[in-house]
């Protein structure tokens, strides 16, 4: 039987020889060394494009590197992980870098195995966003390969940390609820088997912010919080818990726009009106937020500016720097349909 002819797979010599440069020169554009010009980057470039030229990752690893990095998300329902994509994107793009995106999952046991299967694939960083590890697991991958963590607020001096300022962002909805006149304000939060210490997660930050501006408003006794997850259905579920209550919250500040689209489901199931009979709040300002029919008030936290900042960092420390960085998010709030003054009666 004939074989099928194969194309033969173009070679940085061929690039080089079309590009008239030196193969050194060539190898200097790809890694995006020090010390090219402009005209014969633009060159080399043009050739590699013509030519259909892709580096062998094998081979690049030999060499030291394999221009990839990988992207451990927990997983990939949260609409807010695509904005951070989406900002990590656009820094990669033109340097030469491709992200490998890889699900972490709910365990320990198997975000570790995700993780283990990008050192192996030898990716030149990693970015962790919301990691369930403690900080001597994420130390001890850092030893290995450079390392970003991103939605952690933990201090170490060998990965670099890009995280919110999750009690401003709490506060400042916890605070426009109350200057609307609402009191029964219950709060949704989120619950993880995370080995870090409980005031380096998220959740908790926001969840004692909740509290602290209800005590600090003489609100007490007030407050209300169901513990169940940061997805559809955990803020589905937070929300019948406490709409049960009697009297029932007049507002539901859930922790993530994503509980929060399940918390509108229930109030809808419930028969009652989001903003007439019951506001609702998110956290994170997510493109669906925005759609005129959800109409939710949320916490904005530049999910885009905080993948960019990672894909920076990530970048940095895979040239060279060793120094620790911490890059925090100033939030602000969007105020939407999905908030407003309490019904009438309700008001105490």
């Known amino acids: 039987m004939a074989a099928h002819n194969r194309r033969r797979r173009v070679t940085i010599a061929d690039v080089a020889g079309h590009a008239q440069v030196s193969v050194t020169a060539v190898s200097k554009v790809i890694r995006n060394a020090y010390g090219v010009s402009p005209a014969m980057k633009d060159r080399v470039k043009a050739s590699i494009e013509e030519l259909g030229y892709r580096p062998q990752a094998a081979a690049r690893g030999m060499r030291g590197r394999t221009f990839t990095v990988g992207l451990m998300l927990p997983h990939i329902r949260n609409p807010f992980f695509a904005d951070i994509l989406d900002g990590l994107m656009e820094q990669l793009a033109d340097t030469g ?110 969840a004692e912010a909740y509290e602290r501006v209800m005590r600090e408003h003489g609100l007490d006794d007030e407050i209300a919080i169901a513990k169940t997850y940061y997805h559809e259905q955990g803020g589905y579920d937070g929300a019948r818990q406490l709409l049960s209550r009697s009297p029932r919250p007049t507002a539901i500040f859930a922790g993530a726009d994503q509980a929060a689209f399940g918390a509108l489901a229930a109030v809808h199931e419930a028969g009652l009106s989001v903003p007439r009979d019951l506001s609702v709040a998110g956290y994170d300002n997510t493109q669906l937020a925005a759609l005129p029919n959800i109409a939710l008030t949320s916490v904005n936290q530049d999910g885009a500016v905080m993948g960019g900042t990672a894909g920076r960092l990530l970048l940095e420390r895979i040239q060279g720097r060793t120094s620790a960085v911490r890059f925090s998010v100033t939030p602000s709030l969007v105020i939407r349909g999905s908030t407003a003054p309490p019904g009438r009666g309700e008001a105490q």
Not at 140 to 154: D, M, S
Not at 167 to 196: K, P, Y
Request: proline share 3%.
């Open 97 to 206: 870098y491709q992200a490998i995106m890889i699900q972490g999952g709910v365990t320990r046991k198997v975000e570790k195995q995700a993780v283990d299967a990008l050192v192996d694939r030898q990716v030149d960083g990693i970015i962790m966003v919301a990691p369930l590890a403690g900080r001597a697991r994420l130390e001890e991958v850092a030893q290995e390969v450079p390392t970003v963590v991103l939605a952690r607020h933990e201090r170490s001096a060998l990965y670099d940390s890009v995280f919110d300022e999750d009690d401003i962002g709490a506060e400042l909805v916890v605070r426009h609820l109350i200057d609307l006149g609402h009191r029964r304000i219950a709060h949704i939060t989120h619950q993880d088997n995370s080995n870090a210490r409980p005031a380096d997660l998220l959740h908790v930050i926001r």
